[in-house]
Protein backbone atom coordinates (compact mmCIF):
# COMPACT_ATOMS: atom_id res chain seq x y z
CA UNK A 1 0.00 0.00 0.00
CA UNK A 2 1.29 3.46 -0.97
CA UNK A 3 1.67 5.65 1.97
CA UNK A 4 0.66 9.23 0.86
CA UNK A 5 1.67 11.02 4.23
CA UNK A 6 4.77 12.56 5.23
CA UNK A 7 5.90 9.67 6.79
CA UNK A 8 5.10 5.86 7.69
CA UNK A 9 3.18 7.24 10.78
CA UNK A 10 1.00 9.79 8.99
CA UNK A 11 -2.36 9.09 8.03
CA UNK A 12 -2.49 7.51 4.29
CA UNK A 13 -5.71 6.36 1.86
CA UNK A 14 -7.13 3.43 1.97
CA UNK A 15 -7.12 0.99 -1.31
CA UNK A 16 -10.67 -0.32 -1.04
CA UNK A 17 -12.69 -0.16 -4.82
CA UNK A 18 -12.19 -3.10 -6.13
CA UNK A 19 -12.80 -3.84 -10.35
CA UNK A 20 -16.32 -4.33 -10.24
CA UNK A 21 -17.20 -1.27 -7.78
CA UNK A 22 -15.34 0.76 -10.13
CA UNK A 23 -16.96 -0.64 -13.22
CA UNK A 24 -20.75 0.71 -11.21
CA UNK A 25 -18.68 3.77 -9.97
CA UNK A 26 -18.40 4.70 -13.63
CA UNK A 27 -21.53 3.92 -14.48
CA UNK A 28 -22.62 5.70 -11.62
CA UNK A 29 -20.81 8.71 -12.45
CA UNK A 30 -22.37 8.57 -16.52
CA UNK A 31 -26.06 7.87 -15.75
CA UNK A 32 -27.76 10.97 -13.68
CA UNK A 33 -29.72 13.65 -14.66
CA UNK A 34 -28.97 13.78 -18.41
CA UNK A 35 -31.26 10.10 -19.01
CA UNK A 36 -34.36 11.86 -17.34
CA UNK A 37 -33.88 15.71 -18.62
CA UNK A 38 -32.04 15.75 -22.00
CA UNK A 39 -33.76 13.23 -24.39
CA UNK A 40 -36.73 15.89 -25.14
CA UNK A 41 -33.87 18.81 -26.06
CA UNK A 42 -32.06 15.82 -28.17
CA UNK A 43 -34.96 15.08 -30.19
CA UNK A 44 -35.85 18.42 -30.89
CA UNK A 45 -32.54 18.89 -32.47
CA UNK A 46 -32.81 15.97 -34.36
CA UNK A 47 -35.81 14.53 -34.40
CA UNK A 48 -36.46 10.71 -34.65
CA UNK A 49 -33.03 10.40 -35.90
CA UNK A 50 -32.20 11.19 -31.95
CA UNK A 51 -31.45 7.55 -31.16
CA UNK A 52 -28.78 7.45 -33.86
CA UNK A 53 -27.68 10.62 -32.40
CA UNK A 54 -27.00 8.84 -28.97
CA UNK A 55 -25.48 5.65 -30.53
CA UNK A 56 -23.37 8.10 -32.23
CA UNK A 57 -21.68 10.24 -29.58
CA UNK A 58 -21.41 6.66 -27.75
CA UNK A 59 -18.65 5.59 -30.31
CA UNK A 60 -17.43 8.83 -30.28
CA UNK A 61 -16.91 8.91 -26.79
CA UNK A 62 -15.65 5.57 -27.17
CA UNK A 63 -13.11 6.59 -28.95
CA UNK A 64 -11.72 9.55 -26.02
CA UNK A 65 -12.55 6.30 -22.92
CA UNK A 66 -10.16 3.93 -25.10
CA UNK A 67 -7.53 6.67 -24.95
CA UNK A 68 -8.13 7.57 -20.52
CA UNK A 69 -8.28 3.48 -20.72
CA UNK A 70 -4.53 3.03 -21.49
CA UNK A 71 -3.65 6.45 -20.11
CA UNK A 72 -4.62 5.69 -16.74
CA UNK A 73 -3.06 2.33 -16.90
CA UNK A 74 0.14 4.52 -16.29
CA UNK A 75 -0.65 5.44 -12.91
CA UNK A 76 -1.58 4.49 -9.61
CA UNK A 77 -2.15 7.89 -7.82
CA UNK A 78 -5.31 10.37 -7.55
CA UNK A 79 -6.00 13.13 -9.75
CA UNK A 80 -7.42 11.24 -13.37
CA UNK A 81 -7.40 14.10 -16.13
CA UNK A 82 -4.81 16.62 -13.72
CA UNK A 83 -2.59 14.08 -13.27
CA UNK A 84 -2.38 12.85 -16.58
CA UNK A 85 -2.06 16.08 -17.53
CA UNK A 86 0.63 17.49 -15.42
CA UNK A 87 2.72 14.20 -16.36
CA UNK A 88 3.01 14.50 -19.71
CA UNK A 89 2.09 18.49 -20.26
CA UNK A 90 3.86 20.12 -17.26
CA UNK A 91 2.36 21.78 -14.32
CA UNK A 92 0.62 24.76 -16.44
CA UNK A 93 -1.59 22.40 -18.46
CA UNK A 94 -1.75 20.45 -15.52
CA UNK A 95 -3.48 23.21 -13.27
CA UNK A 96 -5.45 24.83 -16.11
CA UNK A 97 -6.74 20.71 -16.27
CA UNK A 98 -7.39 20.11 -13.27
CA UNK A 99 -9.45 23.32 -12.57
CA UNK A 100 -11.40 22.72 -16.05
CA UNK A 101 -12.13 19.23 -14.16
CA UNK A 102 -13.03 20.88 -10.77
CA UNK A 103 -15.34 23.25 -12.95
CA UNK A 104 -17.05 20.26 -14.55
CA UNK A 105 -17.08 17.93 -11.94
CA UNK A 106 -18.50 20.57 -9.73
CA UNK A 107 -21.41 21.48 -11.90
CA UNK A 108 -22.62 18.49 -13.17
CA UNK A 109 -23.85 17.51 -9.43
CA UNK A 110 -25.02 20.98 -8.95
CA UNK A 111 -27.27 19.98 -12.31
CA UNK A 112 -28.62 16.81 -10.71
CA UNK A 113 -29.41 18.07 -7.78
CA UNK A 114 -31.94 20.99 -9.12
CA UNK A 115 -33.27 17.66 -11.12
CA UNK A 116 -33.91 15.94 -7.64
CA UNK A 117 -36.00 18.94 -6.81
CA UNK A 118 -37.82 18.55 -9.79
CA UNK A 119 -38.84 15.31 -8.97
CA UNK A 120 -39.42 15.35 -5.90
CA UNK A 121 -42.30 17.90 -6.37
CA UNK A 122 -44.19 14.96 -7.75
CA UNK A 123 -45.10 14.02 -4.39
CA UNK A 124 -44.46 17.35 -2.41
CA UNK A 125 -45.44 20.33 -4.75
CA UNK A 126 -43.52 22.12 -1.83
CA UNK A 127 -39.91 20.99 -2.56
CA UNK A 128 -39.86 24.06 -5.41
CA UNK A 129 -40.45 26.54 -2.95
CA UNK A 130 -37.38 28.78 -2.00
CA UNK A 131 -37.98 27.06 1.61
CA UNK A 132 -38.34 23.72 0.22
CA UNK A 133 -35.78 24.04 -2.44
CA UNK A 134 -33.32 25.43 0.20
CA UNK A 135 -34.02 22.74 2.59
CA UNK A 136 -33.94 19.69 0.19
CA UNK A 137 -30.89 20.84 -1.52
CA UNK A 138 -29.44 21.22 1.98
CA UNK A 139 -30.67 17.55 3.77
CA UNK A 140 -29.56 16.09 0.13
CA UNK A 141 -26.16 17.62 -0.26
CA UNK A 142 -25.39 17.60 3.55
CA UNK A 143 -25.83 13.63 3.94
CA UNK A 144 -23.68 12.90 1.38
CA UNK A 145 -21.10 14.66 2.50
CA UNK A 146 -21.41 12.92 6.59
CA UNK A 147 -21.19 9.69 4.49
CA UNK A 148 -18.24 10.03 2.57
CA UNK A 149 -16.20 12.18 5.39
CA UNK A 150 -16.56 9.16 7.09
CA UNK A 151 -15.37 6.98 4.80
CA UNK A 152 -14.59 5.46 1.62
CA UNK A 153 -15.74 1.53 2.69
CA UNK A 154 -19.08 3.34 3.12
CA UNK A 155 -18.87 6.24 -0.13
CA UNK A 156 -18.29 3.38 -2.54
CA UNK A 157 -20.99 0.74 -0.91
CA UNK A 158 -23.32 3.67 -1.38
CA UNK A 159 -22.30 4.17 -5.41
CA UNK A 160 -22.79 0.62 -5.52
CA UNK A 161 -26.36 0.25 -3.81
CA UNK A 162 -27.71 3.07 -5.83
CA UNK A 163 -26.00 1.41 -8.98
CA UNK A 164 -28.17 -1.27 -8.78
CA UNK A 165 -31.41 0.76 -7.59
CA UNK A 166 -30.91 3.82 -10.74
CA UNK A 167 -30.81 0.56 -13.45
CA UNK A 168 -33.69 -0.89 -12.29
CA UNK A 169 -35.98 1.42 -13.44
CA UNK A 170 -34.63 2.26 -16.56
CA UNK A 171 -34.94 -1.06 -17.23
CA UNK A 172 -38.44 -1.69 -16.29
CA UNK A 173 -38.67 1.57 -18.42
CA UNK A 174 -36.99 0.22 -21.31
CA UNK A 175 -38.99 -3.59 -21.21
CA UNK A 176 -42.39 -1.74 -20.88
CA UNK A 177 -41.86 0.40 -23.77
CA UNK A 178 -41.01 -2.54 -26.07
CA UNK A 179 -44.02 -4.36 -24.26
CA UNK A 180 -45.61 -1.37 -25.62
CA UNK A 181 -44.59 -0.59 -29.40
CA UNK A 182 -44.95 -4.76 -30.04
CA UNK A 183 -48.40 -4.58 -29.07
CA UNK A 184 -49.84 -1.37 -29.90
CA UNK A 185 -48.91 1.46 -32.76
CA UNK A 186 -46.79 4.03 -31.78
CA UNK A 187 -48.61 7.37 -31.58
CA UNK A 188 -47.53 10.25 -33.89
CA UNK A 189 -45.45 12.69 -32.93
CA UNK A 190 -44.90 15.85 -33.75
CA UNK A 191 -41.47 15.55 -33.73
CA UNK A 192 -39.89 18.19 -37.04
CA UNK A 193 -37.29 16.59 -39.32
CA UNK A 194 -34.80 19.57 -38.10
CA UNK A 195 -31.57 19.82 -40.21
CA UNK A 196 -28.23 18.47 -40.92
CA UNK A 197 -26.50 21.34 -39.31
CA UNK A 198 -28.03 20.52 -35.63
CA UNK A 199 -26.56 17.08 -35.28
CA UNK A 200 -23.13 19.03 -33.87
CA UNK A 201 -25.18 21.24 -31.02
CA UNK A 202 -26.91 17.76 -30.28
CA UNK A 203 -23.53 15.72 -30.07
CA UNK A 204 -22.02 18.51 -28.19
CA UNK A 205 -25.11 18.37 -25.70
CA UNK A 206 -24.38 14.55 -25.83
CA UNK A 207 -20.81 14.64 -24.28
CA UNK A 208 -22.97 15.19 -21.10
CA UNK A 209 -24.78 12.15 -21.44
CA UNK A 210 -21.83 10.05 -21.69
CA UNK A 211 -19.51 12.40 -19.65
CA UNK A 212 -18.16 11.66 -15.82
CA UNK A 213 -16.68 8.37 -16.58
CA UNK A 214 -13.06 10.13 -16.12
CA UNK A 215 -14.60 10.81 -12.11
CA UNK A 216 -14.39 7.46 -11.45
CA UNK A 217 -10.67 7.56 -12.24
CA UNK A 218 -9.85 10.07 -9.94
CA UNK A 219 -9.58 7.85 -6.50
CA UNK A 220 -6.68 5.44 -7.92
CA UNK A 221 -4.88 6.34 -4.77
CA UNK A 222 -7.77 4.17 -3.10
CA UNK A 223 -8.04 1.48 -5.79
CA UNK A 224 -6.91 -1.83 -5.40
CA UNK A 225 -5.22 -2.46 -8.80
CA UNK A 226 -5.57 0.95 -10.42
CA UNK A 227 -3.61 0.33 -13.20
CA UNK A 228 -5.52 -2.56 -14.78
CA UNK A 229 -9.62 -2.16 -13.46
CA UNK A 230 -9.59 0.98 -15.27
CA UNK A 231 -10.02 -0.44 -18.60
CA UNK A 232 -11.91 -2.82 -17.97
CA UNK A 233 -14.70 -0.11 -16.13
CA UNK A 234 -14.43 1.81 -18.78
CA UNK A 235 -15.57 -0.58 -21.16
CA UNK A 236 -18.13 -2.14 -18.99
CA UNK A 237 -19.70 1.53 -18.44
CA UNK A 238 -19.78 2.45 -21.81
CA UNK A 239 -21.20 -1.01 -23.07
CA UNK A 240 -23.62 -0.37 -20.51
CA UNK A 241 -24.82 3.39 -20.84
CA UNK A 242 -25.22 3.10 -25.31
CA UNK A 243 -27.40 0.11 -24.48
CA UNK A 244 -29.71 2.21 -22.09
CA UNK A 245 -29.68 5.50 -23.37
CA UNK A 246 -30.73 4.59 -26.92
CA UNK A 247 -32.99 2.59 -26.04
CA UNK A 248 -34.60 5.29 -23.60
CA UNK A 249 -34.55 7.55 -26.35
CA UNK A 250 -36.14 5.10 -29.06
CA UNK A 251 -39.33 4.62 -26.62
CA UNK A 252 -39.84 8.22 -25.67
CA UNK A 253 -39.81 9.64 -29.31
CA UNK A 254 -42.21 6.16 -30.98
CA UNK A 255 -44.91 6.85 -27.32
CA UNK A 256 -44.69 10.04 -25.96
CA UNK A 257 -47.40 12.23 -27.65
CA UNK A 258 -45.34 15.35 -27.26
CA UNK A 259 -41.73 14.24 -26.57
CA UNK A 260 -40.04 17.62 -27.61
CA UNK A 261 -42.48 19.42 -24.68
CA UNK A 262 -42.11 16.75 -22.16
CA UNK A 263 -40.75 18.16 -18.75
CA UNK A 264 -40.55 13.99 -17.15
CA UNK A 265 -40.18 12.27 -20.11
CA UNK A 266 -39.85 9.15 -17.95
CA UNK A 267 -42.06 9.35 -15.97
CA UNK A 268 -45.13 10.29 -18.56
CA UNK A 269 -43.59 7.23 -20.57
CA UNK A 270 -44.27 5.23 -17.00
CA UNK A 271 -47.56 6.35 -17.41
CA UNK A 272 -48.64 5.46 -20.55
CA UNK A 273 -47.26 2.07 -20.65
CA UNK A 274 -47.83 0.91 -16.72
CA UNK A 275 -50.09 3.31 -15.43
CA UNK A 276 -50.42 5.32 -12.55
CA UNK A 277 -48.16 3.22 -10.27
CA UNK A 278 -45.36 3.06 -12.80
CA UNK A 279 -45.04 6.97 -13.17
CA UNK A 280 -44.76 7.14 -9.50
CA UNK A 281 -42.32 4.07 -9.74
CA UNK A 282 -40.13 5.52 -12.32
CA UNK A 283 -40.32 9.06 -10.46
CA UNK A 284 -39.25 7.14 -7.13
CA UNK A 285 -36.32 5.39 -9.63
CA UNK A 286 -35.27 8.98 -10.92
CA UNK A 287 -34.80 10.16 -7.58
CA UNK A 288 -32.52 7.00 -6.75
CA UNK A 289 -30.75 7.78 -9.74
CA UNK A 290 -30.14 11.30 -9.03
CA UNK A 291 -28.98 10.86 -5.43
CA UNK A 292 -26.64 7.69 -6.88
CA UNK A 293 -25.13 10.05 -8.95
CA UNK A 294 -24.12 12.94 -6.39
CA UNK A 295 -22.98 10.12 -4.17
CA UNK A 296 -20.47 9.10 -6.87
CA UNK A 297 -19.35 12.62 -7.27
CA UNK A 298 -18.98 13.15 -3.49
CA UNK A 299 -16.52 10.57 -3.42
CA UNK A 300 -14.71 11.28 -6.59
CA UNK A 301 -14.43 14.83 -6.63
CA UNK A 302 -12.95 15.86 -3.96
CA UNK A 303 -9.82 13.77 -5.03
CA UNK A 304 -9.04 15.90 -7.58
CA UNK A 305 -8.23 18.92 -5.16
CA UNK A 306 -6.40 16.27 -3.07
CA UNK A 307 -4.23 15.38 -5.97
CA UNK A 308 -3.79 19.13 -6.77
CA UNK A 309 -2.43 19.91 -2.83
CA UNK A 310 -0.45 16.81 -3.25
CA UNK A 311 1.73 17.54 -5.89
CA UNK A 312 1.96 21.05 -4.66
CA UNK A 313 -0.78 22.88 -6.94
CA UNK A 314 -3.21 23.78 -4.72
CA UNK A 315 -3.11 25.15 -0.54
CA UNK A 316 -1.81 22.38 1.25
CA UNK A 317 -4.77 22.23 3.74
CA UNK A 318 -6.36 20.31 0.34
CA UNK A 319 -4.33 17.57 0.79
CA UNK A 320 -5.18 16.62 4.64
CA UNK A 321 -6.25 13.17 5.39
CA UNK A 322 -8.48 12.60 8.53
CA UNK A 323 -6.51 10.22 10.82
CA UNK A 324 -9.68 7.66 11.98
CA UNK A 325 -11.99 8.16 8.81
CA UNK A 326 -8.76 8.38 6.09
CA UNK A 327 -10.39 10.28 3.61
CA UNK A 328 -9.29 14.03 2.45
CA UNK A 329 -11.93 15.50 4.65
CA UNK A 330 -11.37 19.13 3.72
CA UNK A 331 -11.70 18.54 -0.01
CA UNK A 332 -14.77 16.80 0.76
CA UNK A 333 -16.45 19.40 2.89
CA UNK A 334 -15.25 22.02 0.33
CA UNK A 335 -16.71 20.45 -2.35
CA UNK A 336 -20.20 19.87 -0.60
CA UNK A 337 -20.22 23.45 -0.02
CA UNK A 338 -19.54 24.23 -3.30
CA UNK A 339 -22.43 21.84 -4.77
CA UNK A 340 -24.80 23.60 -2.86
CA UNK A 341 -23.58 26.84 -3.71
CA UNK A 342 -24.23 26.00 -7.09
CA UNK A 343 -27.42 24.03 -6.98
CA UNK A 344 -29.39 27.27 -4.93
CA UNK A 345 -27.99 29.67 -7.81
CA UNK A 346 -27.65 27.65 -10.91
CA UNK A 347 -30.77 26.24 -13.17
CA UNK A 348 -30.35 22.59 -14.58
CA UNK A 349 -29.72 23.81 -18.13
CA UNK A 350 -26.91 26.10 -17.45
CA UNK A 351 -25.06 23.49 -15.60
CA UNK A 352 -24.83 21.02 -18.06
CA UNK A 353 -24.39 22.94 -20.83
CA UNK A 354 -21.33 24.68 -18.78
CA UNK A 355 -20.07 20.68 -17.69
CA UNK A 356 -20.12 19.86 -21.32
CA UNK A 357 -18.03 22.70 -22.48
CA UNK A 358 -15.49 22.22 -19.59
CA UNK A 359 -15.20 18.63 -20.20
CA UNK A 360 -14.41 19.22 -23.83
CA UNK A 361 -10.94 20.76 -23.03
CA UNK A 362 -9.68 18.03 -20.71
CA UNK A 363 -10.75 15.12 -23.25
CA UNK A 364 -8.44 16.77 -25.38
CA UNK A 365 -5.55 16.39 -23.01
CA UNK A 366 -6.47 13.30 -22.16
CA UNK A 367 -6.37 12.15 -25.70
CA UNK A 368 -3.23 14.07 -26.23
CA UNK A 369 -1.59 12.45 -23.10
CA UNK A 370 -1.30 9.41 -25.00
CA UNK A 371 0.80 10.37 -27.31
CA UNK A 372 3.02 12.30 -25.18
CA UNK A 373 3.28 9.02 -22.44
CA UNK A 374 4.11 7.16 -25.46
CA UNK A 375 7.19 8.71 -26.55
CA UNK A 376 8.29 9.89 -22.69
CA UNK A 377 7.19 5.97 -20.87
CA UNK A 378 7.29 3.40 -23.48
CA UNK A 379 6.11 0.30 -22.26
CA UNK A 380 4.95 1.36 -18.74
CA UNK A 381 1.13 0.73 -19.68
CA UNK A 382 -0.46 -1.80 -18.44
CA UNK A 383 -3.05 -1.48 -20.99
CA UNK A 384 -2.00 -0.93 -24.60
CA UNK A 385 -4.95 0.11 -26.63
CA UNK A 386 -4.51 -1.18 -30.62
CA UNK A 387 -3.91 2.22 -32.85
CA UNK A 388 -3.45 4.18 -29.89
CA UNK A 389 -1.91 6.69 -32.13
CA UNK A 390 -4.93 7.03 -34.34
CA UNK A 391 -7.15 6.90 -31.46
CA UNK A 392 -5.38 9.50 -29.69
CA UNK A 393 -5.27 12.20 -32.57
CA UNK A 394 -9.14 11.20 -33.09
CA UNK A 395 -10.11 12.10 -30.18
CA UNK A 396 -8.35 15.68 -30.22
CA UNK A 397 -9.77 16.35 -33.34
CA UNK A 398 -13.33 15.15 -31.92
CA UNK A 399 -12.85 17.39 -28.75
CA UNK A 400 -12.15 20.37 -31.16
CA UNK A 401 -14.87 19.99 -33.75
CA UNK A 402 -17.57 20.03 -30.84
CA UNK A 403 -15.55 22.94 -29.64
CA UNK A 404 -17.08 24.75 -32.61
CA UNK A 405 -20.55 24.81 -31.18
CA UNK A 406 -19.80 26.53 -27.95
CA UNK A 407 -21.70 29.75 -27.46
CA UNK A 408 -19.83 32.89 -26.36
CA UNK A 409 -21.61 33.30 -23.21
CA UNK A 410 -20.43 29.57 -21.88
CA UNK A 411 -16.85 30.46 -23.39
CA UNK A 412 -16.63 33.22 -21.65
CA UNK A 413 -17.05 31.48 -18.26
CA UNK A 414 -14.54 29.26 -19.05
CA UNK A 415 -11.94 32.02 -20.21
CA UNK A 416 -13.11 33.08 -16.51
CA UNK A 417 -11.64 29.59 -15.35
CA UNK A 418 -8.68 30.01 -17.39
CA UNK A 419 -7.68 33.20 -16.18
CA UNK A 420 -8.27 31.89 -12.56
CA UNK A 421 -6.25 28.72 -13.44
CA UNK A 422 -3.27 31.26 -14.76
CA UNK A 423 -3.21 33.37 -11.07
CA UNK A 424 -2.76 29.58 -9.66
CA UNK A 425 -0.10 28.70 -11.71
CA UNK A 426 1.59 32.36 -11.05
CA UNK A 427 1.25 31.41 -7.52
CA UNK A 428 2.73 27.92 -7.74
CA UNK A 429 5.94 29.05 -9.47
CA UNK A 430 5.88 32.45 -6.68
CA UNK A 431 5.90 29.59 -3.99
CA UNK A 432 8.32 27.30 -5.36
CA UNK A 433 10.98 30.26 -6.09
CA UNK A 434 10.20 31.54 -2.23
CA UNK A 435 11.10 27.90 -1.34
CA UNK A 436 14.43 27.51 -3.84
CA UNK A 437 15.48 31.16 -2.32
CA UNK A 438 14.98 30.37 0.64
CA UNK A 439 15.61 26.58 1.75
CA UNK A 440 14.49 25.63 4.67
CA UNK A 441 16.76 23.03 6.94
CA UNK A 442 15.92 19.61 6.31
CA UNK A 443 13.91 20.26 2.93
CA UNK A 444 14.30 18.11 0.17
CA UNK A 445 15.11 19.97 -3.32
Known amino acids: MIQLGA ?13 WSLAALAINCIIGSSVFGLPPKIAALVGRQS ?31 YLYGRASFGPFIGIQTGWMFWLAQLTAPAANANLFVTYLAEFWPGATRPIGRLATLTLLIGMLA ?6 VQTGIRVSNVFTVAKLLPLAVVIVAGLGYLATRRAVPSPVLAPAHSEWLPALQILVFFYGGFETALTPMSEARDPRRDPAFALLVALAACMAIYSLIQWVVIAILPDAIHSERPLAELAGITLGPAGAAFVTLGALATLYGYLSAKILTVPR ?48 VTLSAVARLFYYGVGCAALIALRRTRARQALFRLPGGMLFAGAGVAI ?42 PGSCA
Open 146 to 151: VLNYRG
Open 304 to 351: ITFALAEHGDFPRFFAAIHPKFRTPHVSIVVFAVLTWLLAIFGSFAWN
Open 51 to 81: PWAVLAAGLLMGVIMACFAEVASYFSEAGGP
Open 7 to 19: TMASPHLVRAIGR
Open 399 to 440: CLVLLTTVGRSNLALVGLTVILALANWAWVRRRASRVAANPQ
